[in-house]
């Protein structure tokens, strides 16, 4: 007589997958800042590493091999951490801090908002053009406003009328936009809902607190 095993019980996965492969779980995963000792979430700090060349390097996808050390990502924190031999003293080894340091965090910053950018595209995540943006927030299809840093003030002052609690963004040019989106000049652009989006949204955000830009 065979006896049939009871089914087990399918796993729930318990928050979406991110496009780059990482898992947005409901629990936060803390880091303590280098500088400050402050644990916070991840998401709020940037990863360091130390190269085979003993050199700092900023690790912002947090990917890449050895221990990491977090800072807060604020350019005055990381500028402090290089200035007081913080990394040397993590490390437990002497280490080099690039001197460009803060023109580095900056271009990887916008490269990977770049990335995610043609992400959302494939994704038919954006709408870019004044026209378009202004009935993608009247409609309500917008969850994020990009304005681009060299926006003209009477289009920007426009859409910001119509945008209600939609959060605007002003992190990238309008040339970094329109590389981004293999377009011509994108100075307004709205994103729709998506797992992409929330993490542009993140990284944009966490972009801003480095520069101690202010998102409204």
């Known amino acids: 007589m065979m006896v049939k095993k009871p089914k087990e019980k399918k796993r729930c996965w318990r928050g979406a ?41 900023p690790d912002l996808a947090a990917k890449l091999p050895g221990r990491g050390i977090w800072v807060t990502s604020d350019k005055d924190l990381v500028a402090a ?3 007081k031999g ?6 437990h080894t002497k280490v080099t801090c690039p001197e460009n340091m803060d023109e580095l965090i900056r271009t990887l910053f916008v490269k990977r908002l770049q990335s995610l950018l043609g992400l959302a595209k494939k994704s038919g995540l954006v709408v870019s053009g ?4 202004a009935e993608a927030l009247k409609k309500g299809r917008a969850v994020c406003l990009l304005e681009a840093l060299d926006a003209a003030s009477d289009g920007l002052e426009k859409l910001d009328r119509l945008r209600a609690e939609v959060p605007m963004i002003q992190v990238l040019t309008s040339e970094q936009v329109s590389e981004a989106l293999g377009a011509g000049l994108c100075v ?6 998506g797992g992409v989006t929330d993490l542009f949204v993140a990284e944009a955000g966490r972009f801003a607190a480095y520069c101690k830009k202010e998102q409204v």
Do not use: W, Y
Request: net charge positive; aromatic share 4%; glycine share 2%.
């Open 130 to 133: 004044f026209e378009k943006v």
């Open 81 to 83: 951490a290089c200035a």
């Open 86 to 91: 913080l990394f040397a003293k993590a490390a």
């Open 188 to 193: 307004h652009t709205a994103l729709k809902s």
């Open 17 to 57: 997958p991110s496009p780059d492969g990482l898992s947005h779980k409901k629990e936060e995963t803390l880091r303590r800042c280098l500088v400050t000792r402050e644990s916070l979430p991840k998401e709020r700090l940037i990863r360091f590493c130390v190269s085979p060349q003993k050199t700092v390097v």
